[in-house]
């Protein structure tokens, strides 16, 4: 609709708009309930064929194994900082961080405070630009598990394809939270993946923690229940009260992207949108950079700063009088972001490309 802005946020991000008026229409009574999804038993039928379709839609779209538990959490990813070593090791286990940029790194301190992680590659001294090839950096044969956040969201940086662990029942554990849904995953790579909702498949408030079965059982005994995997797995997300109506919500999101053709075909539309930006900062004649090698760029957040980087604040300041909003850097490295999740349309990068072009025309 005509007061809609194109919304360049990192997250919470732009939902789909028909996902947006699908809530919108059942919001009061949904579906002839008599009652919102906000206002019903978590353990009533309507909400029990939401939280299994929402699950039944996800698994549909990343092929999701029959041996991965999918749980629907809160806390935030920021959470499964420490649900993860808490649950996949003990107190004296040594694990593997490879930190390619900020949520990396938190991962890694929070982990420091349950178990032994190392540090088995930094990115930091190349300010978070790169990701080496994986047979530059040492594992340790001994830990439980290889951590990485597959998609840097303040940084930029995206994994292309993932390491290896090297060791005995050593599993990959991936942050998602920025690339989740963006592309099709093999999932059996994983041990787990977990992902907070609020960039790609729905507001904030639930985080998605897709995990093999094996893996889940063994947490640490100081463990509080509300981060023990094996309460949540038995207990099908509905140990205590969920956020009923952020699953929703993921629901309608999920069968949106399976209405579009899947995870492949929501894959070539980031594609497309990513390069047109892309392009259009390295045509730019080093008026517009982007700091991260161009191999491990990311299809969803694009940092990029003005060569006169006095102009950057009126750049952001302009877009939004356009209606391309939350353009502004993460505080902690400055400079613009365009965050092109899923939900952002085609018009949207097409619009902000027009744009730059035009701001150069005009302060070359
Ligand atoms: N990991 C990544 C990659 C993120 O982008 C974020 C949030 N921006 C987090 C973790 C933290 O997520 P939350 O705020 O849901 O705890």
């Not at 919470?12 to 206002?39: C, F, H, Y």
């Not at 997300?237 to 919500?249: D, G, K, Q, R």
């Not at 492949?264 to 539309?269: A, D, G, I, P």
Request: aromatic residues 10%.
């Amino acid at each position: 609709s005509q007061e809609r802005v194109f919304n360049f946020a990192a997250g919470p991000a732009t939902l789909p708009e028909n996902v947006l008026l699908k809530a919108q229409s059942d919001l009061v009574n949904w579906r002839a309930s008599g009652m919102s999804i906000m206002e019903m038993s978590h353990r009533g039928k309507e909400f029990l064929s939401v939280i299994q379709k929402a699950e039944s839609d996800l698994r549909a779209l990343l092929r999701v194994p029959d041996d991965y538990e999918v749980l629907f959490l809160q806390g935030g990813a920021t959470t499964q900082f420490a649900a993860i070593p808490l649950n996949l090791c003990t107190s004296q286990d040594s694990v593997d961080y490879m930190v390619t940029g900020a949520w990396g790194d938190k991962a890694f301190k929070e982990a420091q405070k349950f178990c032994k992680p190392n540090l088995v590659w930094s990115g930091k001294a190349n300010k978070y630009t790169t990701i080496p090839s994986f047979d530059e950096f040492e594992q340790d044969p001994d830990a439980k598990y290889l951590h990485i956040c597959a998609n840097e969201t303040i940084h930029g940086v995206e994994f292309k394809n993932y390491p290896v662990p090297k060791g005995k029942d050593k599993v990959l554990v991936a942050d998602m939270s920025s690339n989740f849904c963006s592309k099709p995953v093999d999932v059996s790579k994983f041990g787990v993946i977990y992902a907070g909702a609020q960039k790609n498949v729905g507001p904030s408030g639930v985080t998605i923690v897709i995990i093999r079965k094996d893996l889940i059982g063994n947490a640490q005994a100081i463990t509080p229940v509300m981060l023990d995997f094996k309460i949540h797995a038995d207990n099908k997300s509905l140990y205590n009260t969920p956020p009923c109506f952020a699953i929703y919500m993921c629901g309608l999101v999920f069968e949106d992207l399976l209405e579009q053709g899947g995870l492949e075909s929501v894959e070539k539309k980031n594609l497309k949108k990513a390069s047109l930006l892309y392009g259009t900062i390295d045509g730019s004649g080093g008026f517009y950079k982007c700091p991260v090698e161009k191999s491990v760029r990311s299809l969803m957040n694009v940092p990029f700063t003005l060569e006169k980087s006095d102009l950057e604040a009126e750049f952001i300041k302009e877009a939004a009088k356009e209606g391309m909003v939350q353009l502004k850097g993460h505080r902690s490295v400055g400079g613009v972001r365009a965050s092109i999740y899923n939900a952002m349309p085609l018009a949207g990068v097409e619009k902000l490309v027009a744009f730059m072009k035009d701001f150069q025309a005009k302060h070359a």
